[in-house]
């Protein structure tokens, strides 16, 4: 460690410097912010707006190194599948050593790639060659179906290792690799979307709504993005403007008033049914996407529903079929997943150092 890093790490009082950088509608939010050690408690530092990762690493950015730049990407850029794979152990009442940890620890990691790299090449349009593992990381363990934090030392038939993995285009990887340079172990690039999913809504169907388009991922024994749809909250503002002859823009004051109720029990009623008809083609659409991909049984339920808009948010309540997530800190969820799991670091370690040379971001 350089004298000027131990520098820093003392002034900091057992805290690290995290930069969260966020895929936004308008180009990248990059937040600046404080993680506690002892009892990761976050502590935002400063915010501020990039028109592209090009001015990550700038000079007026990086006048110091950070301990962590986590990169949260949109669905089109990253593919994040968290998932579990089981090997079978060829002496199931000998007790397992580092050495046999490894080499069980090399087949599941290899037969997680063989299964999701197709997956991940048709979700991001490109050729499985042209793939790339940005990170790489186990999350839990189970040996004969109990938890466990460290299998060394135990027997067992069989043992799972539970993994989350991001791909993306080899072209994405110039500018990561100058970002890489300016945090200590590398950028952590995850799928915003599916990060957000895997911590509020598991098992079931999250739906993430922005301005323009719906994604959706499911959560169970294999965790991510699924589909998109054409529908965003940005459609009702536009159906708002429609109505009253007036920009989308502007719909915008007219939903403040609505949900003050400073209008008349008229244009109350209006401006309900004009909700209610959105709501209804969102819905719709869910359940033809969910057909799709052959999710017909969680059509009518474990669907949980985040809008990118706490205006919008704010109009709707949770139902039997659909659960609105009411504002909750998607910052938070981006910032503090790596902390989750830390007992698992020893089996990381072995997981780094047997996938290096298959993650070229994470090689310091």
Same mark, same amino acid.
């Given at each position: 460690? *350089?004298?000027?890093?131990?520098?820093?790490?003392?002034?900091? /009082?057992?805290?690290?410097?995290?930069?969260?950088?966020?895929?936004?509608?308008?180009?990248?939010?990059?937040?600046?912010?404080?993680?506690?050690?002892?009892?990761?408690?976050?502590?935002?530092?400063?915010?501020?707006?990039?028109?592209?990762?090009?001015?990550?690493?700038?000079?007026?950015?990086?006048?110091?190194?950070?301990?962590?730049?986590?990169?949260?990407?949109?669905?089109?850029?990253?593919?994040?599948?968290?998932?579990?794979?089981?090997?079978?152990?060829?002496?199931?009442?000998?007790?397992?050593?580092?050495?046999?940890?490894?080499?069980?620890?090399?087949?599941?990691?290899?037969?997680?790639? /063989?299964?999701?790299?197709?997956?991940?090449?048709?979700?991001?349009?490109?050729? %499985?060659?042209?793939?790339?593992?940005?990170?790489?990381?186990?999350?839990?363990?189970?040996?004969?179906?109990?938890?466990?934090?460290?299998?060394?030392?135990?027997?067992?038939?069989?043992?799972?290792?539970?993994?989350?993995?991001?791909?993306?285009?080899? *072209?994405?990887?110039?500018?990561?690799?100058?970002?890489?340079?300016?945090?200590?172990?590398?950028?952590?690039?995850?799928?915003?979307?599916?990060?957000?999913?895997?911590?509020?809504?598991?098992?079931?169907?999250?739906?993430?709504?922005?301005?323009?388009?719906?994604?959706?991922?499911?959560?169970?024994?294999?965790?991510?993005?699924? %589909?998109?749809?054409?529908?965003?909250?940005?459609?009702?503002?536009?159906?708002?403007? /429609?109505?009253?002859?007036?920009?989308?823009?502007?719909?915008?004051?007219?939903?403040?008033?609505?949900?003050?109720?400073?209008?008349?029990?008229?244009?109350?009623?209006?401006?309900?049914?004009?909700?209610?008809?959105?709501?209804?083609?969102?819905?719709?659409?869910?359940?033809?996407?969910?057909?799709?991909?052959?999710?017909?049984?969680?059509?009518?339920?474990?669907?949980?529903?985040?809008?990118?808009?706490?205006?919008?948010?704010?109009?709707?309540?949770?139902?039997?079929?659909?659960?609105?997530?009411?504002?909750?800190?998607?910052?938070?969820?981006?910032?503090?997943?790596?902390?989750?799991?830390?007992?698992?670091?020893?089996?990381?370690?072995?997981?780094?150092?047997?996938?290096?040379?298959?993650?070229?971001?994470?090689?310091?």
């Amino acid at each position: 460690m *350089s004298v000027v890093r131990m520098i820093q790490k003392v002034l900091r /009082n057992g805290k690290e410097r995290i930069f969260l950088v966020e895929e936004v509608e308008s180009g990248y939010e990059g937040t600046i912010c404080y993680v506690s050690k002892i009892d990761q408690t976050l502590t935002v530092h400063k915010t501020k707006q990039l028109k592209a990762l090009g001015d990550i690493y700038k000079p007026n950015i990086f006048r110091t190194s950070f301990d962590r730049i986590i990169l949260a990407l949109h669905t089109k850029h990253v593919a994040t599948i968290e998932s579990s794979i089981s090997v079978p152990r060829v002496h199931p009442d000998v007790l397992i050593t580092e050495g046999e940890l490894d080499g069980l620890l090399f087949h599941a990691l290899w037969s997680f790639l /063989n299964k999701f790299r197709p997956l991940a090449a048709k979700k991001l349009n490109t050729a %499985e060659l042209d793939l790339v593992i940005a990170n790489i990381a186990i999350f839990g363990v189970k040996l004969q179906g109990h938890t466990v934090f460290n299998p060394l030392d135990f027997s067992g038939k069989e043992i799972e290792f539970f993994f989350r993995v991001s791909f993306i285009s080899r *072209s994405l990887l110039l500018p990561l690799e100058k970002i890489a340079k300016q945090s200590h172990t590398g950028p952590i690039v995850v799928e915003r979307g599916a990060i957000f999913a895997g911590s509020i809504a598991k098992p079931g169907i999250l739906f993430v709504v922005d301005k323009t388009n719906t994604s959706w991922y499911e959560m169970g024994n294999e965790c991510g993005f699924r %589909e998109s749809f054409h529908w965003g909250f940005g459609d009702i503002y536009n159906a708002l403007g /429609n109505t009253f002859g007036v920009s989308s823009h502007y719909s915008t004051r007219i939903i403040n008033k609505f949900s003050s109720h400073r209008i008349s029990l008229r244009i109350q009623n209006i401006i309900e049914k004009v909700i209610r008809d959105e709501y209804k083609k969102f819905k719709e659409q869910a359940d033809i996407s969910l057909k799709s991909e052959h999710h017909e049984l969680l059509r009518g339920e474990g669907k949980t529903v985040y809008f990118e808009d706490a205006l919008i948010s704010s109009l709707f309540v949770s139902d039997e079929r659909y659960r609105i997530l009411d504002n909750p800190s998607l910052l938070s969820s981006l910032v503090l997943f790596p902390y989750i799991h830390p007992q698992y670091e020893y089996l990381n370690q072995l997981l780094r150092r047997r996938a290096k040379w298959l993650v070229p971001l994470n090689n310091k």
